[in-house]
């Protein structure tokens, strides 16, 4: 009799055992099935706004990653064998165009690439682009697609994160037209270090009166005589202030804003969203300087 009792419970335990076991393993298919599902998908991104957008849209169902440093220009940035790799591995490259990122070879890349200004109309050679919200909303639709070709089993995801970031990307552009409406039009004219807004200015009816440095990036340098022609810029539309993009030498514009008799205001964003922390928030920082500098005193 006490055998057969130990018989029985041996044959309990073992039950038991064999149902941990499965219990466990298809715990762990589930997990496995989870991890293949979620942040998968591979997307490089060119610059730190080309990343903040396409992570918008991505959100938790692809991994981005930003090719160019915040601080860096795009426009001399020259690739690591790192990131080469990582432009050459993933599932979708992210990028500007238009010259923007003139050392990645984009057209050398196997890679699937979207390019923003592809998708939306531009000025000329002028690559910022995206200095106006309601372009880059007007392309977010085509950049849900290219991610839906990349990963097609979260596409609907991508499309409904898509419709939602272009509601904000309106909502930015009534806010920043609204701050800037606080400026009489009469004094809605830009100096600025860098010809890069080009597109903001467009949108919001502003003018670009003059930059320090010409069109080709932030490395050139200003010379004697584009300089003399800034001052006199400056003291004939008799701007209170003028605009040192973050990245630029500060030295030129400092020059032109002491001889006119002007402030210089520091730390525009244009090329990465910096201490801002995103695109959005770049925007709107850059329209409250912009705002507050030129609103007249009282």
């Known amino acids: ?9 041996s044959t309990k335990i073992r039950v038991a055992a064999a149902s941990a076991a499965l219990a466990a393993a298809a715990a762990a298919l589930a997990a496995c099935g989870s991890d293949d599902g ?41 690739l690591s064998a ?24 984009l057209d050398e890349l196997d890679t699937p690439t979207w390019e923003l200004t592809e998708h939306t109309a531009g000025r000329g050679d002028d690559p910022h682009v995206w200095m106006d919200p309601t372009r880059v909303a007007a392309a977010i639709a085509s950049l849900a697609d290219a991610l ?16 939602g970031y272009v509601r904000e990307l309106r909502a930015l552009d009534r ?31 502003l003018g670009v ?18 300089l003399r022609d800034v001052e006199r810029t400056v003291r004939a539309t008799g701007v209170p202030a003028v605009f040192a993009q973050e990245g630029d030498d500060p030295e030129a514009l400092r020059v032109v804003a002491e001889e006119a008799g002007v402030e ?35």
Do not use: C, K, W
């Open 264 to 298: 210089v205001e520091y730390g525009l964003l244009v090329e990465s969203p910096g201490s801002a922390g995103s695109y959005e928030e770049m925007l709107r920082r850059d329209a409250e300087l912009i705002a507050d500098s030129l609103r007249p005193r009282r």
């Open 1 to 9: 009799m006490i055998l057969i009792l130990v018989s029985l419970a």
């Open 209 to 226: 009166a003059a930059t320090a440095f010409p069109a080709t990036g932030a490395e050139a340098e200003a010379s004697a005589a584009r």
């Open 175 to 205: 806010e920043i037209a609204d701050a800037v409406a606080a400026v009489p039009p009469v004094d809605r004219e830009l100096v600025t270090s860098h010809d890069s807004l080009g597109y903001f200015a467009d949108r919001y009816g």
């Open 38 to 78: 979620g942040g998968s998908t591979s997307v490089a991104a060119t610059t730190g706004v080309t990343a903040d957008i396409a992570e918008s849209v991505a959100g938790p169902d692809a991994e981005v990653t930003q090719i160019v440093p915040d601080g860096a220009s795009p426009h001399d940035f020259e």
């Open 148 to 163: 839906g070709e990349a990963d097609p089993e979260h596409a609907d995801a991508y499309r409904r994160r898509a419709r």
């Open 82 to 105: 790192q990131d080469r790799q990582a432009l050459e591995e993933a599932d979708l490259v992210v990028a500007n165009g238009s010259g923007l990122e003139a050392g990645i070879p």
